[in-house]
């Protein structure tokens, strides 16, 4: 893959403590730098609690995977509670514009997701020529169509298109990735709501959630200020409570406002950016980034990693979510869960 940086950190050994999450067992008691995690079984998956602790060791990995297949079973018995209660489906409909094979690969992964917990999926596909209007009608249809709950249109569209008024398009109803600015626009403000929340953003404060992460009165830096993902992520650690900074690509110094975290979000899109020495010991750190680097033994000749460079990270944190297998998983959990609320919303549905 030509556009693929090498970008490695692996020359430091890593001894990372991988949790699997499953209910029912006590999986893993650790202490690193300042901070100790310790898990029990819980009724929500993992579970963490943070204390202080001064004595280095390993960070625990935050198992996205884990977390969101127990968020879809929770989601399966809920739809299945609300087809026998009410005889209504949850449903979502996808927009897919162009023959983008990343594109297509996530709309065929979001459509797997559904039917694995019953949620009804339609997608419509248009040519990479087609006109804004075709999309625009697609929309509208779905809009008024009462067996649909969510709406998604997949992104990026084709450079013809003007994305704003597409994503305007959306009813604030059924917008269940979230982007319409009145949701974002409740979502920055005091005491709005937004009927939605992005996903990828909701499933990193989710994660924190599970794992029983103290998020009020932290200091929380979110690396990224992109539309889909940092801005929102920093505005949900503002609503719990966290002091957040903003790190960007004109930040003066952001090793330095790093190190000051308790929380780590970072969502940049460049492999490994952020070092050991940007870290805080006992920091908890939730990698949004998904990166190929060049890898010759992998089998596709390529490899993922995160936006944190893993190995150095999980020497001085005291959580990190892997890249694969963290925050991606979770972002797909959202959208179903979404859509669940949507319907339950639309039907008055408890
Ligand atoms: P994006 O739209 O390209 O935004 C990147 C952000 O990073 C921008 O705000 C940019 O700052 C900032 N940035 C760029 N270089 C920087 C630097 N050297 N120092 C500090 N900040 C810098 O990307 P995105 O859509 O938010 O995605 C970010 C990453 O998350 C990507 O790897 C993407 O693949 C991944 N992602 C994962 C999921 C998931 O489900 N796991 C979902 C969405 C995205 P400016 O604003 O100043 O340009």
């Known amino acids: 893959m030509a556009s693929m940086m090498f970008t490695d950190c692996s020359s430091i050994s890593s001894t990372l403590l991988h949790v699997n999450g499953r209910r029912g067992a006590?999986?893993?008691?650790?202490?690193?730098?300042?901070?100790?995690?310790q898990s029990s079984a819980s009724a929500r998956g993992c579970s963490i609690s943070i204390r202080c602790s001064s004595s280095p060791s390993s960070a625990t990995s935050v198992d996205g995977k884990a977390v969101a297949k127990t968020i879809r079973d929770e989601i399966t018995l809920d739809v299945s509670r609300m087809k026998e209660s009410i005889g209504v489906v949850p449903g979502l409909a996808v927009i897919l514009v162009g023959?983008?094979?990343?594109?297509?690969?996530?709309?065929?992964?979001?459509?797997?997701?559904?039917e694995s917990v019953g949620i009804k999926s339609l997608e419509v596909r248009l040519a990479e020529d087609c006109s804004e209007e075709q999309v625009l009608k697609s929309i509208s249809c779905f809009n008024d169509d009462p067996s649909i709950h969510g709406i998604l249109v997949q992104l990026?569209?084709?450079?013809?298109?003007d994305e704003?008024?597409?994503?305007?398009?959306?009813?604030?109803?059924?917008?269940?990735?979230?982007?319409?600015?009145?949701?974002?626009g409740r979502l920055a403000m005091r005491g709005r709501e937004p009927l939605f929340v992005p996903c990828t953003p909701k499933g990193c404060i989710e994660l924190l959630h599970r794992y029983n992460v103290e998020i009020k009165g932290k200091r929380a830096v979110v690396i990224g200020r992109s539309n889909i993902v940092g801005m929102p992520a920093a505005l949900l650690l503002q609503r719990e409570d966290a002091t957040v900074s903003i790190i960007h690509s004109r930040t003066k110094n952001p090793e330095e406002i790093t190190r000051e975290a308790d929380i780590i979000i970072a969502a940049v899109g460049k492999p490994n950016m952020v070092r050991g020495s940007w870290i805080k010991p006992g920091a908890v750190i939730i990698d949004v980034g998904i990166n190929p680097v060049d890898d010759p033994n992998a089998p596709r000749g390529y490899r993922l990693v995160g936006d944190v460079c893993y190995e150095e990270a999980c020497q001085i944190a005291s959580a990190i979510t892997p890249v694969p297998g963290g925050v991606g998983p979770m972002t797909i959990a959202m959208l179903l869960s979404n859509t669940l609320i949507s319907a339950k919303r639309i039907h008055n549905f408890e």
Do not use: W
């Open 99 to 114: 023959d983008r094979k990343d594109s297509a690969t996530y709309v065929r992964n979001k459509k797997k997701a559904c």
């Open 164 to 184: 704003q008024n597409i994503l305007n398009a959306v009813s604030i109803e059924k917008d269940v990735d979230g982007f319409h600015p009145l949701n974002i």
């Open 26 to 37: 006590i999986l893993f008691r650790h202490c690193v730098g300042q901070l100790r995690l």
């Open 156 to 161: 990026p569209l084709p450079s013809h298109m």
